[in-house]
């Protein structure tokens, strides 16, 4: 992902929700609260906090956001086998 630009990531996570990317005492973090349709739910990723460039905290969190989707992806795969 090192060639990926802050743009290029944020453009791919927004279909999924809100993201942003923070500079906090420290260093930089990056987060993305998921769209969900139930009431009463939230969904949030988030990168680690201290990373010395806002791509690099970006790039984690869409890390985690595939990682969690493809998770999701998965678990119903098997939910309907069991149907």
């Not at 009431?39 to 806002?54: N, R, V």
């Not at 984690?60 to 119903?76: P, Y």
Request: overall charge neutral.
């Amino acid at each position: 992902m090192t060639d990926a630009t802050l743009e290029s990531i944020l453009l791919e996570m927004q279909p999924f929700g809100r993201p942003r990317v923070g500079l906090y005492t420290g260093g930089w973090v990056s987060q993305i609260d998921m769209t969900v349709n139930a009431t009463g739910a939230k969904f949030e990723i988030q990168s680690d906090f201290g990373f010395k460039s806002p791509t690099a905290a970006a790039a984690q969190c869409l890390e985690r956001m595939r990682a969690v989707l493809h998770g999701v992806s998965s678990t119903l795969g098997k939910l309907e086998h069991t149907r």
